[in-house]
């Protein structure tokens, strides 16, 4: 048993939290008709230091606490750094995209911080119950700011299909919890584990396993629980679609990751091949859908369910390689998905002026520096040499490759050709002068939160795919918190059948 005090195991949730009810209790105290950006700013300190705790906890044993519930490892701090790290730039996003008069910020930032609270438990989590209520958090909280913008009637139609198809998800996760309770009498992932492995698996652990993937499915956008993604990346404001693109994304994956790894690798048999078709048809499904968008936002949901695809070829290696691959993968997505977002929400502002592709057209001449950050963006969203998106597609091809599935990474390099004719078609779109007659929407300057933010994401992009060495020790030793599940020749050649 560690001594080290039980706080410290959930130090980032908990600095969090205060921040989060600090904003609640001074925001009612403010006159009305007064900026709410102080209330961000506090928000982003909140995230910095809880930032620096989850840095902190690098240093700590790996040990559990609050009658092993909660577990800290390298695993759990990658991905605590990674979403503290992702919602700090989308807070700056969000003061960047506002005035001093948006209604309803102070609940807004509020929301943010909360959300963010969900997504940490979900990440250290190692109890089912516990992954649920963290999802619960995580999940209401983007159910609200999905819908923020009131006065837009997509704002509230993103709401309510985002949070009627999330709770039938919700209900799929809570079912395979049940079921895999009954199958196994607890609900805590190391004794799943140890249940499974002693003989064959009953047909209710099988239904349960299935049942969470189904719900944690939806949460990553992977095919064929992806519809909900273009009609709410369109609705939400761009700041909330940053965050809810990246972050609870990355929480997902890594309880998906902790789940398979962790609770059922005795059935690796039942759970490769599923994951196998839904990187196939994840990859088809948002590439192909892609190609005829005219809306930027619904390009990019369906970019995202793609990326979705990419991340699930690296679970299907079984090795340790393969969470290594995925959870680097996390983090180079996160760094050039949020960066484009960051773009979009500046160049459309709060309400949306630049909807469609078109409305792009010549943003290099008008701003250099957005055109600039968004061309590279998108490159490296091709996985283009010397961005992150480079490395994150090789690393989990190459994961693929090693564990003999060939074909899986053949069908992810055809599919990130397809994917690039349309990110290209928006490069070619920003570099090309409008015509003279058309009506050209000015962009405004860019302010100081939005320079911090594309200044942390492109550099981390850039670090990425230059020198990714660092992080990737980091996914590695994250990676090693899980044994390397085995694989035999005849699993590799049937896995895709």
């Known amino acids: 048993m560690s001594n080290v005090p039980q706080i410290l195991r959930i130090l980032p949730e908990v600095l969090l939290a205060i921040t989060g009810v600090l904003i609640m209790l001074i925001e009612p105290v403010?006159?009305?008709?007064?900026?709410?950006?102080?209330l961000g700013w506090l928000a982003v300190v909140g995230v910095l230091v809880a930032l620096a705790a989850s840095l902190y906890q690098y240093?700590?044993?790996?040990?559990?606490?609050?009658?092993?519930?909660?577990?800290?490892?390298?695993?759990?701090?990658?991905?605590?750094?990674l979403i503290c790290g992702i919602a700090l730039v989308c807070l700056l996003v969000a003061l960047d995209a506002t005035t001093a008069h948006t209604e309803g910020m102070g609940e807004f930032y509020a929301l943010a911080v909360f959300g963010t609270v969900g997504m940490l438990f979900m990440t250290c989590a190692v109890e089912l119950l516990l992954v649920f209520v963290?999802?619960?958090?995580?999940?209401?909280?983007?159910?609200?700011l999905a819908g923020f913008r009131k006065n837009s009637a997509k704002?509230?139609?993103?709401?309510?299909?985002?949070?009627?198809?999330?709770?039938?998800?919700?209900?799929?996760?809570?079912?395979?919890?049940?079921?895999?309770?009954?199958?196994?009498?607890?609900?805590?992932?190391?004794?799943?584990?140890?249940?499974?492995?002693?003989?064959?698996?009953?047909?209710?652990?099988?239904?349960?396993?299935?049942?969470?993937?189904?719900?944690?499915?939806?949460?990553?956008?992977?095919?064929?629980?992806?519809?909900?993604?273009?009609?709410?990346?369109e609705g939400a404001p761009s700041p909330v679609v940053a965050l809810m693109s990246t972050a609870p994304k990355a929480a997902a994956f890594a309880v998906l990751l902790r789940v398979l790894y962790g609770a059922f690798p005795a059935l690796q048999t039942h759970w490769v091949p599923i994951l196998w078709w839904l990187a196939v048809l994840s990859m088809f499904v948002g590439n192909l859908g892609a190609l005829r968008q005219k809306n930027l936002k619904r390009l990019l949901a369906y970019s995202s369910i793609a990326h979705a695809g990419y991340l699930l070829v690296a679970f299907t290696a079984l090795s340790a390689d393969g969470i290594a691959a995925a959870s680097f993968?996390?983090?180079?997505?996160?760094?050039?998905?949020?960066?484009?977002?960051?773009?979009?929400?500046?160049?459309?502002?709060?309400?949306?002026?630049?909807?469609?592709i078109d409305d792009y057209r010549g943003l290099a001449y008008r701003s250099p520096l957005l055109g600039g950050a968004m061309a590279f963006f998108l490159i490296s969203l091709i996985g283009i040499p010397f961005t992150g998106g480079f490395f994150g597609k090789f690393y989990v091809f190459a994961a693929a490759i090693h564990s003999g599935y060939v074909w899986l990474a053949i069908l992810g390099l055809i599919n990130s050709g397809i994917a690039a004719y349309y990110?290209?078609?928006?490069?070619?779109?920003?570099?090309?002068?409008?015509?003279?007659?058309?009506?050209v929407v000015s962009v405004p300057r860019p302010t100081m939160p939005l320079l911090f933010a594309l200044l942390l994401t492109v550099a981390g992009t850039l670090i990425l795919g230059i020198v990714p060495g660092k992080i990737l020790r980091k996914a590695r030793a994250a990676a090693a918190t899980y044994s390397a599940v085995s694989v035999t020749p005849a699993n590799t050649e049937t896995a895709q059948r």
């Open 30 to 38: 403010l006159a009305k008709g007064k900026s709410r950006k102080p």
């Open 59 to 81: 240093q700590l044993p790996a040990g559990t606490a609050f009658f092993g519930t909660v577990q800290t490892d390298a695993f759990s701090v990658f991905f605590h750094v």
């Open 134 to 144: 963290g999802l619960e958090i995580s999940s209401i909280s983007t159910y609200i």
């Open 155 to 233: 704002g509230p139609e993103a709401a309510i299909k985002y949070f009627l198809l999330g709770s039938f998800a919700t209900a799929f996760f809570l079912y395979g919890i049940a079921l895999t309770f009954g199958a196994t009498g607890t609900t805590r992932i190391e004794a799943i584990a140890s249940s499974l492995s002693s003989g064959t698996a009953p047909l209710l652990a099988i239904a349960g396993l299935a049942l969470i993937i189904i719900g944690l499915g939806f949460k990553v956008s992977a095919a064929p629980f992806q519809v909900w993604t273009p009609d709410v990346y």
């Open 329 to 356: 993968y996390a983090v180079s997505y996160a760094a050039m998905n949020v960066g484009i977002f960051a773009v979009v929400s500046h160049a459309g502002q709060y309400d949306d002026r630049l909807a469609l």
């Open 423 to 439: 990110y290209l078609r928006v490069v070619a779109t920003v570099y090309t002068k409008p015509a003279e007659a058309a009506p």
